[in-house]
């Protein structure tokens, strides 16, 4: 069973950078698509960013394009969301996402929760205007 575990939270103002990590441990992530999801009080888990095994590709929400970067470090077994030009939007609980152990090599429907079995503890991100 795989294990996530995000850092790098906190409070930034308007405008501001943060950069979360989601460490794994049980598993190589390189071998599967990862996914950053975001979910702010009263709402679901949103799709944030994703990317697909190997690093093939990186996908994101329209509302976090252009300003938001989704990374790996496989040497160090890690994901990465670096972002930028934060807004009070953005404001809410930060989850990395792994698929099924057997989902290796998959894509899937990238942006859908439930395709996603293993969650990280969440990282609060709070943006103050």
């Known amino acids: 069973q795989v294990q996530l575990v995000e850092s790098g939270g906190g409070l930034v103002q308007a405008g501001g950078s943060l950069r979360l990590s989601c460490a794994g441990s049980?598993?190589?992530?390189?071998?599967?698509?990862m996914g950053w999801f975001r979910q702010a009080p009263g709402a679901e888990r949103a799709f944030v960013a994703a990317s697909t095994w190997g690093s093939r590709g990186t996908y994101y929400a329209d509302s976090v394009k252009g300003r938001f970067i989704i990374s790996r470090d496989n040497a160090k077994n890690t994901l990465y969301l670096q972002m930028n030009s934060l807004k009070p939007e953005d404001t809410g609980v930060y989850y990395c996402a792994a698929p099924h152990e057997d989902r290796r090599y998959y894509v899937g429907n990238y942006y859908n929760p439930s395709e996603y079995d293993n969650w990280g503890q969440g990282a609060q991100v709070t943006v103050s205007s």
């Open positions: 049980g598993r190589t992530l390189s071998s599967y698509t």
